[in-house]
């Protein structure tokens, strides 16, 4: 959770699901590597894993040196919107971010990220980014703010996030290949801010195949 108190219901548009990291830290302990979920205070522990190679440490382990050393230690930081995120960007650390509300991003070439989607209850679809865009969604600071726009915030599904930290790996591994079609919808993307827009001008990318499957979004 962005937020731990499950009594605050001005920031839980957020959060995301603990469960829907696990198929990646899976991926990530089968190419060899050890998954450790970080952070403080959080809601619910990871249980019955039977997996030496991903710690939960965050619910048993933690130290205030060890929420530096990890991130800054890592082949690369999968992030969801709290600011320990930070860390890894000081140290030079690759970042994936996943759930991040919108239009927030990582500011470095060769970060990549994947934005919550926003449906319309009115519209029954979920928005285009130019669409959020315009009416500045990607602003509002608490989550009645969409209550009352009738819009819902719908987080990043496992496959989404294990897509998109696949990418990192092989992009990382030398071993990604880009498509002139992902090239388009990536340039497409970029295209749709304007030069007063915070994240005008990133070099970080949409994950691909995020892209791909939600080129509506792009309309």
């Given at each position: 959770?962005?937020?731990?108190?499950?009594?605050?219901?001005?920031?839980?548009?957020?959060?995301?699901?603990?469960?829907?990291?696990?198929?990646?830290?899976?991926?990530?302990?089968?190419?060899?590597?050890?998954?450790?979920?970080?952070?403080?205070?959080?809601?619910e522990?990871?249980?019955?894993?039977?997996?030496?190679?991903?710690?939960d440490?965050?619910?048993?382990?933690?130290?205030?040196?060890g929420?530096?050393?990890?991130?800054?230690?890592?082949?690369?930081?999968?992030?969801?919107?709290?600011?320990?995120?930070?860390?890894?960007?000081?140290?030079?650390?690759?970042?994936?971010c996943?759930?991040?509300?919108?239009?927030?991003?990582?500011?470095?070439?060769?970060?990549?990220?994947?934005?919550?989607?926003?449906w319309?209850?009115?519209?029954?679809?979920?928005?285009?980014?130019?669409?959020?865009?315009?009416?500045?969604?990607?602003?509002?600071?608490?989550?009645?703010?969409?209550?009352?726009?009738?819009?819902?915030?719908?987080?990043?599904?496992?496959?989404?996030?294990?897509?998109?930290?696949?990418?990192?790996?092989?992009?990382?591994?030398?071993?990604?290949?880009?498509?002139?079609?992902?090239?388009?919808l990536?340039n497409?993307?970029?295209?749709?801010?304007?030069?007063?827009?915070?994240?005008?001008?990133?070099?970080?990318?949409?994950?691909?195949?995020?892209?791909?499957q939600?080129?509506?979004?792009?309309?």
């Amino acid at each position: 959770d962005y937020y731990n108190r499950k009594d605050d219901k001005h920031n839980d548009y957020r959060n995301s699901d603990i469960k829907n990291y696990l198929e990646t830290a899976k991926y990530i302990s089968s190419c060899g590597g050890y998954a450790v979920r970080v952070g403080y205070g959080v809601v619910e522990e990871l249980t019955d894993l039977n997996n030496p190679r991903i710690i939960d440490y965050a619910s048993y382990h933690h130290t205030d040196f060890g929420d530096i050393y990890l991130p800054a230690k890592c082949k690369y930081f999968l992030a969801s919107p709290s600011g320990l995120w930070g860390i890894p960007l000081i140290f030079h650390v690759p970042v994936v971010c996943v759930n991040f509300i919108h239009f927030h991003t990582p500011l470095r070439k060769g970060d990549l990220f994947i934005p919550k989607k926003v449906w319309s209850i009115d519209k029954k679809r979920f928005l285009t980014f130019l669409e959020i865009l315009e009416f500045e969604g990607g602003v509002y600071q608490y989550s009645e703010y969409y209550t009352e726009a009738g819009l819902e915030v719908i987080e990043n599904t496992a496959e989404e996030i294990l897509d998109v930290a696949q990418e990192m790996n092989e992009r990382l591994n030398g071993t990604y290949q880009s498509t002139e079609e992902d090239e388009d919808l990536q340039n497409r993307f970029h295209n749709l801010f304007q030069p007063h827009h915070i994240v005008y001008g990133t070099p970080a990318c949409v994950g691909a195949r995020f892209l791909r499957q939600n080129k509506e979004l792009l309309e």
